[in-house]
């Protein structure tokens, strides 16, 4: 089991640690989170602890229920359908705007975590994969410039990653996924905002159709009714 005790920041890794568990699905959609389990396993005290979930309450991670604590906050076809309604309005504009970035060392950027990501797909890391795929959405939000849209996107992206890894294991989503990307790295290579928005929303629609089709929310409706579990999940 790792120990923290060495770490300067505790509570910021150890939301580093909580948060990562949520992304590969280690604990699930509204489970309960029990502080002293965590910090038992962690070898740390509570107070870290507690300081990781508020800051994850935050982000919008976790829920803080009422004479229950801490639980990952459950995704529902409501939550789903509310992020993807600003994600429609802010990746094509962030898109939009990075385009006034456009040169040649941009593309080369661009072309090089796309033949990462065809790399990784080819050797089926798909963990390496999913990494890149944040680089490469990441990478047009710093070109863009915008402070505000930086500080949306920071809660915005843990979001998707929780999303997008329910989505890419969904009937070879990665391939689909890798040709989604082409298509806007080639859009904005070309500096055509018209091709480029509409590679973007083609992205965002695909990635909404496979989260719908899958059948993640109908199983976690059923969990819902379930009392609520306890923090089982083994953290590394």
């Given at each position: 089991?790792?120990k923290?005790?060495?770490y300067l920041?505790?509570?910021?890794?150890t939301l580093?640690i909580?948060?990562?568990?949520?992304?590969e699905g280690s604990?699930?959609?509204?489970?309960?989170i029990?502080e002293?389990?965590?910090?038992?396993?962690l070898?740390?005290s509570k107070a870290?602890v507690?300081e990781?979930?508020?800051?994850?309450?935050?982000?919008?991670?976790?829920?803080?229920l009422?004479?229950k604590?801490?639980i990952?906050?459950?995704?529902?076809?409501?939550?789903?359908?509310?992020?993807?309604?600003?994600?429609?309005?802010?990746?094509?504009?962030?898109?939009?705007?990075?385009?006034?970035?456009?040169?040649?060392l941009?593309?080369?950027e661009?072309d090089?975590i796309?033949?990462?990501?065809r790399r990784?797909?080819?050797?089926?890391?798909?963990?390496?994969y999913?990494a890149?795929?944040?680089?490469?959405?990441?990478f047009?939000?710093?070109?863009?410039?915008?402070?505000?849209?930086a500080k949306i996107?920071?809660?915005?992206?843990?979001?998707?990653?929780?999303l997008?890894s329910?989505?890419?294991?969904?009937?070879?989503?990665f391939a689909s996924?890798?040709?989604?990307h082409?298509?806007?790295?080639?859009?904005?290579?070309k500096?055509s905002p018209?091709?480029?928005?509409?590679a973007?929303?083609?992205h965002?629609?695909k990635?909404?159709e496979?989260?719908?089709?899958?059948?993640?929310?109908?199983?976690?409706?059923?969990?819902?009714?379930?009392?609520?579990?306890?923090f089982?999940?083994?953290?590394?």
């Open positions: 089991m790792e923290l005790k060495d920041t505790l509570t910021d890794r580093e909580i948060e990562r568990a949520i992304f604990i699930k959609n509204g489970q309960r029990v002293t389990e965590v910090a038992k396993k070898g740390i870290p507690r990781a979930l508020k800051k994850l309450e935050g982000d919008s991670i976790v829920q803080l009422p004479r604590g801490y990952v906050k459950p995704i529902t076809l409501k939550s789903m359908n509310d992020f993807f309604d600003v994600m429609f309005i802010l990746e094509p504009t962030a898109a939009r705007i990075a385009l006034k970035r456009r040169n040649d941009v593309c080369r661009m090089r796309i033949e990462e990501m990784s797909l080819s050797e089926e890391n798909h963990s390496r999913l890149l795929n944040e680089e490469f959405h990441s047009f939000y710093k070109l863009a410039e915008n402070e505000w849209i996107c920071q809660m915005l992206r843990k979001q998707a990653r929780i997008r329910l989505s890419l294991f969904k009937r070879d989503r996924s890798l040709k989604e082409i298509a806007i790295a080639e859009a904005y290579k500096g018209t091709l480029l928005v509409r973007v929303r083609f965002l629609e990635f909404k496979n989260i719908v089709d899958s059948n993640f929310l109908k199983e976690e409706a059923s969990v819902a009714q379930k009392k609520i579990g306890k089982t999940a083994t953290i590394y």
